[in-house]
């Protein structure tokens, strides 16, 4: 089973600040099964990005996914205030999902 | 509107049974793979498993395997998560998801869940 992890565990910064978040896989993972998911307080989880780097529908453009094998990467690059929220990835592999601990992004 | 309706909170005593719903609209239920993922009061996200109502081929995380029960009736469109006797530790969140495969020129090139429920809480609690 591929296990994920992802840092920092809390991010604290401002808005119109830059977020990276990065997932890191135990063993490397196709580009096509890497998604991220955002989660606010109460709130269902929202897919963000599929395939490492594609937007979701509906996804405004400062969201971005990046990555490969390993290492992969969700970039915010302006933080806007309904951006503050917990931040997931997932993978699929071997017939199982698997998903990040979460990467909590929160005011400074 | 594509859209996935859970069924309603549930407060259940240990030992018993419960099974929740998730009912799917706006899309051909039978074709789309669906996912049931558990959340833990102030907790991460946890993969349960995963059906595709059109032959009822469902697939467990190793640490839900035996635990629960998967199940679907694409005649109401409908997938369910079951339990056969409750504990505490099933206190959680539940949510069912939509896996959508995205396939360009005979490529895969996305898999992830594209469409959420709102969630059906269950507190099993003495």
């Known amino acids: 089973e591929i296990v994920l992890t992802q840092s920092p565990g809390t991010l604290s910064l401002s808005p119109g600040e830059r977020a990276t978040l990065t997932c890191r896989a135990s063993?490397?993972?196709?580009?096509?099964?890497l998604a991220w998911y955002q989660q606010k307080p109460g709130q269902a989880p929202r897919l963000l990005i599929y395939?490492?780097?594609s937007r979701a529908t509906g996804i405004p453009d400062r969201f971005s996914g990046s990555g490969s094998g390993t290492d992969f990467t969700l970039t915010i690059s302006r933080l806007e205030p309904e951006d503050f929220a917990v931040y997931y990835c997932?993978?699929?592999?071997?017939?199982?999902?698997?998903f990040g601990p979460g990467t909590k992004v929160d005011i400074k | 509107e594509v859209q996935l309706v859970q069924s309603g909170a549930e407060v259940k005593k240990p030992g018993e049974s419960l099974k929740i719903s998730c009912k799917g609209s706006?899309?051909?239920?039978?074709?789309?793979?669906i996912g049931w993922v558990r959340q833990m009061p102030g907790k991460g996200l946890e993969w349960m498993g995963i059906?595709?109502?059109?032959?009822?081929?469902?697939r467990y995380s190793p640490s839900f395997q035996g635990q629960v029960t998967i199940s679907a009736d694409k005649s109401i469109s409908t997938a369910y998560l079951q339990w056969s006797s409750l504990k505490a530790s099933d206190t959680a969140m539940y949510y069912c998801?939509?896996?959508?495969?995205?396939?360009?020129?005979?490529?895969?090139?996305?898999?992830?869940?594209?469409?959420w429920g709102h969630g059906t809480m269950v507190t099993v609690s003495s």
């Open positions: 059906i595709y109502p059109r032959d009822s081929d469902t």
């Open positions: 706006g899309y051909t239920f039978s074709n789309y793979w």
């Open positions: 998801a939509r896996r959508d495969i995205v396939v360009v020129s005979g490529t895969i090139v996305g898999d992830a869940f594209h469409i």
């Open positions: 395939g490492a780097s």
């Open positions: 063993q490397s993972v196709s580009r096509s099964f």
């Open positions: 997932q993978q699929y592999g071997g017939s199982l999902f698997t």
